[in-house]
């Protein structure tokens, strides 16, 4: 009997066919607030307290169950809870420059502390120069099925905006406050730029510059105004005012463009990018840092550090701010306090690109 040639074909497909007895594998059972406590050597209803963000948990206690929670790689079930709350555990986060490195880092603090309570941020980015997009994002997170709304405001135009919306659900403007001089979520103005301005008095600098951010963020005013006051008080002198728009490019534009510099032995910019670019343009001008000026900057960016000098800075917190702002709408959303948030005070960083004025002859 004879038997006929089996094809290339035949065999590529007899090789990769799927034997249908063969059950596929499962996914990963997800765990469970037991499975973490299991693995922490708690009760699970520490475990649920901790994910509630109960304050009185021992340290010791809450490493373990956070080491567990990470392990694990435990995500609660946000469907069924909506289901059997019958209510959402979706925030919507509205914000808008967020390649800045404030709005970036109150929403990464935002996004965790919400995480942490057991909610999903959902951020919405708006473009501020466009007051017709702004209108239609707005009208739209309006009809989602949100437990509440963050809008995180920087500007003049997006306070506005956010304040004269009729959200349907819970809302909370986190917007710097104008002229406050002990707002507690920066101090800047009582704290930080009074700092900053000791430290070049103390160095023996007299007459400053200051770098200002744009005129419509209420943060550049507020750091304006501080700088103004905390310079009158040491008896210094404020050579110019000079305005960026937080850009490094815009910074160096601040002094390239003078036809003549200002007779000032210390720049101030109100943040680390714009400081950055004013280091270039302060050098290019043949003057060097700090031997002959010093620069200081706002924020502590990573970068900062490793800047050639490195930048004298002050440090915000802006993550902590992102977390107070989630725990003020969560006490809307919840109707109970606000969990208390320490928002830690500026630090004032020192590093090479201030130092002391030199003394003529």
Known sequence: MSTSPVSPDAETATAGAVDSTTAPPRAPKAATIYDVAQAAGVSHQTVSRFLKGFEGIRPETREKVEQALDELGYRPNLTARSLKSGRSHRIGALTHEISQVGPGRIVEGASAAAREAGYVLDIIALDARNPRAIEESLAIITQHDLAGVL????????THAFETTAFRVPAYVAAESDGVPDDPRTKLSSVGLPAVVAHLAELGHRR????AGPHTWSASRNRMRAFESAVE???MHSEAILHGDWSARSGYEAIA???ELPGATAYVA???QMAIGA???LKERGLRIPEDVSVVGIDDIPEAAYLDPPLTTLRNDFEAQGRAAVHQLLALIEQSEPRPVTVPPPLLVVRRSSGPVLQAG
Request: avoid cysteine; hydrophobic fraction near 60%.
């Open 151 to 158: 809008a995180l405001a920087s500007t003049d135009e997006m």
């Open 233 to 235: 008080a040491q008896g």
């Open 279 to 281: 280091m270039l343009a």
């Open 270 to 272: 109100a943040n680390d």
């Open 257 to 259: 463009g003078l036809a």
């Open 208 to 211: 400053v510059v200051h770098i």
